[in-house]
C-alpha cells in the first residue's frame, strides 16, 4: 500500500491496487505487502501532486484520515490545471462531496454532488474506491469496488485517465 500526507498533520490517504492477472481488466484491493505506487506528501494548499501513473487501471481503492476536503484528480497528465476529473471527498468541512469535470470549475450541470455527510475523519481512516470504466466514473465508500457508490457521472471517451494526483486546501 501506499502511506502518504494529504495536507492537515493528522491528514493520511493510503492508495492501492492490483491487477488480476487472470482478468487484466479487473484491479482489486492490494494485499498486504504488495508494491507501492509512491508516497506523497502534501501542504495544506490546493495544488495537485501526482500520487501514480494509472494508464491502464480501471479502479483503486483508498483511505484518507483528513478532517475535510481530500482532493483526488485523474487526468491525462500531471499538471495541476490539466484537462481531469476532480473528486472532492469531504469539502466545505465535510459537508459535501463532488465531481467536477476539471480543476475547480464552477458547479454547473456537469457538476455531481452528494450531500450525504460527513464523508471524511481526522480520527480514523475512512476507505473509498473510484472506477472509470465502461463510461462511468463512480466513487464509493468501503473497500469493494461497486458497493456503497454515492458519486457517478459519464465520462468523456476524447479523454484519457493516465494520471493520479492529490491535493488539499
Known sequence: PVHGILGHIVSQVELSAWVDSDNPNLVEL??????????????????????AEVSGLMSIVFSVKTPHD????????????GDKYEIVIGGDLNQRSLIRNLTQGDLS???????????????????????????????????????NQFLITDLDTDRQINFLLVSTG
Request: charged share 20%.
Open 30 to 51: 492490494c494485499s498486504a505487502g504488495a508494491s507501492a505506487f509512491a508516497t506523497i506528501s502534501t501542504p495544506d494548499s490546493y495544488n495537485y501532486q501526482t500520487a
Open 70 to 81: 481530500a482532493r483526488i484528480a485523474l487526468g491525462e497528465d500531471e499538471t495541476h490545471l
Open 109 to 147: 450541470e456537469d457538476t455531481v454532488v452528494s450531500t450525504d455527510a460527513p464523508f471524511v475523519s481526522d480520527r480514523l481512516p475512512k476507505y473509498f474506491w473510484l472506477s472509470w470504466s465502461f463510461g462511468k466514473l463512480r466513487v464509493g465508500r468501503e473497500t469493494t469496488v461497486g458497493q
